[in-house]
């Protein structure tokens, strides 16, 4: 086994949460698939007072990057369905929760922000949802507007919601 | 404190790597800042085996999004001097890599797959960097191109690199 590869096999260091999001969904099921199918979703961000500072100059910008994680994703799989098909695909080619590291990331509109509270639009995550990072939209580092999309093309209609299928099931 | 935050303040589940990402660049001085300012940095990325099923239909993204651990910044700062300006943002403000969480998240642009490996250009992190998710871009998430970018506004160069600034150093 390479150096590198053994390296990148040690344990990685713990992360933290910096916050917590607040949405209308308690549950995926009903939830849009992905932030900006229903922007009218309003949400919250409360960050924790240690990283109060951390915020400064954030409301520049138009959306944010919020990377969480996703904490109530059933156990990670490498062969997926997701919502919007009805064909098998690898977890990297789709955007579903059940990932190898439930990572979760959307682009949010940034409607204010008030001290530790953050007012956002265009929320797709759960509430309570664990914050990891803040991430500045930058349209020269993150939009690529004709970028070719693989099976999600023509597939993508505002209509669609999450069912249960890659939520944790609770007994 | 609000239980929600007593949630999240606990430990979260540890990562783990599924690949290494191969670049040019050995120290962060002089790498490029951000993907898109080097659009001709041609790397590769080998996924560990154990995840080869997770790259179906990865081949059809023209980009995809590399979620990593910057396992080289420096430790975290709350407030920051970016390289790309004068004055100091908060870290959540700006891209740079001593953060809470050391997530990188970069947009690349797909040139190839074969098995294991796959070939892109449009990278910017550091040579053995553990990744931890692909994700498809798809331009209906992801792609706002008017979006207001704050300070980081008429700031964007393609010859700026970056210094040591946020590189831990070694003796």
């Known amino acids: 086994m390479h150096n590198e590869e053994l390296e990148c096999r040690a344990a990685l260091p713990p992360m933290t949460a910096i916050g917590v999001i607040h949405t209308p969904f ?62 098998e695909h690898g977890i990297f080619a789709t955007r579903s929760p059940s990932r190898p590291n439930a990572i979760g990331l959307s682009a949010v509109r940034q409607l204010g922000i008030d001290g530790l509270k953050l007012y956002l639009a265009s929320v797709d995550m759960l509430d309570g949802t664990p914050l990891l990072d803040i991430k500045p939209y930058v349209p020269e580092f993150d939009s690529f507007p004709a970028s070719r999309a693989g099976w999600y093309e023509g597939r993508l209609r505002p209509d669609v919601v999450a069912d249960g299928r890659f939520e944790r099931q609770h007994n």
Request: glycine share 6%; proline share 6%; net charge negative.
């Open 26 to 87: 308690v549950h995926a099921q009903g939830s849009p698939i992905q932030a900006v199918m229903d922007s009218d979703a309003q949400g919250t961000v409360e960050i924790f007072p240690e990283f109060a500072e951390g915020l400064k100059d954030v409301a520049g910008f138009e959306r944010l990057w919020l990377i969480y994680l996703l904490d109530r994703a059933s156990a990670p799989q490498l062969i997926v369905r997701p919502y919007l098909d009805i064909v």
